[in-house]
């Protein structure tokens, strides 16, 4: 590790015994953001070092783990006192991470303390406001489970997509989203699964995504403006995201398309609906298109798919409508 790395994560254990504090307040926490902006090895640092704490407190009563706390306090025995709190806390992370990887980790991590449900029908969509005072919006067809406790805040995606404006409070905060996790480090981001292809947009502060295993880059820290995505193998792709008022519309009940391809435009228009699009000339697919439609109202997307760029739309049933060329 590098000295500049390691004066990084000594830096990000003291903000996080800072902000766990009680007494922590609106000015810790600005400085504690200005602090992750100066670098992105500030950010992976209190990254990494935050999720070492939740792996901790979430096995602690482990008996490998205690072995493991026993044979650093052990291994500690003898040295100077000086530095002696802090050595010997990097000594049961070191332990503690090493039996977090393994098998069954994740499974309990979800698992601990009690959890409340929020789902959405197709076409709804849904604000809510959870007890820590984060807020949540939440898409059409999504499934969220929400668990707090006195330890850690966390959320995890079963399928649709989310936007989260976090609210400011010392504990952890983190979205479990098919193999990855995402941390969230004083932030408003978005998170959208569809079967196991994840893509996490961050609108404001920052976020790390980390994988539980991957054939490529196993974790990323987003700045504002970017996006990354992962799927159920290889690694994380980050890429600039759209404009960010563009990629957050969907909150307020409009859909922006900047050169879309009509496949894509017409599977995110079809979970809005029961009645769906279908593209019967698959020549059609790759067509671009750019627009700017309210949730919904399919009627407007078809009248402009006719008159703008010239396809016939037919509704073959009470469930399906085919697109083809005029």
């Not at 254990?13 to 992750?36: I, K, N, Q």
């Not at 000339?281 to 402009?304: I, K, M, P, T």
């Amino acid at each position: 590790m590098s000295r500049t790395n390691d004066i990084a994560r000594r830096q990000a254990a003291d903000w996080l015994a800072r902000l766990l504090a009680a007494d922590v307040g609106e000015r810790e926490h600005d400085a504690f953001e200005r602090w992750c902006a100066e670098s992105e090895a500030n950010a992976d640092a209190y990254a990494a070092i935050a999720a070492e704490h939740d792996f901790a407190r979430l096995l602690a009563d482990d008996p490998l783990i205690l072995a493991a706390a026993r044979k650093a306090r052990i291994a500690y025995a003898g040295h100077a006192p000086t530095g002696g709190i802090r050595r010997w806390a990097a000594l049961a992370a070191a332990a503690v991470v090493v039996v977090a990887a393994g098998a069954g980790a994740w499974r309990m991590y979800h698992d601990a303390g009690s959890t409340a449900v929020f789902t959405t029908a197709v076409g709804e969509q849904r604000d809510v406001v959870l007890a820590d005072g984060t807020r949540l919006v939440l898409d059409t067809q999504t499934r969220l489970d929400a668990r707090l406790d006195g330890g850690a805040r966390e959320l995890v995606l079963g399928e649709g997509r989310v936007d989260v404006d976090v609210a400011r409070e010392p504990r952890p905060f983190s979205v479990v989203s098919g193999r990855g996790v995402v941390r969230d480090i004083g932030t408003r981001f978005e998170v959208e699964r569809h079967g196991e292809d994840v893509a996490v947009t961050l609108m404001s502060g920052a976020v790390s995504i980390s994988l539980a295993e991957a054939a490529g880059a196993s974790a990323a820290t987003l700045a504002p403006g970017q996006q990354a995505r992962y799927g159920a193998d290889g690694g994380i792709v980050v890429a600039e995201a759209e404009a960010i008022e563009d990629a957050s519309a969907w909150t307020k009940g409009t859909l922006v398309f900047k050169q879309r391809r009509l496949a894509d435009l017409i599977a995110e228009v079809n979970r809005y609906s029961t009645v769906q699009i279908r593209l019967a000339d698959s020549s059609l697919a790759e067509l671009r298109v750019s627009g700017v439609f309210h949730v919904g109202d399919q009627a407007s997307l078809l009248e402009a798919l006719r008159t703008g760029w010239a396809i016939s739309t037919k509704q073959t049933s009470d469930r399906e409508i085919e697109l083809s060329r005029k």
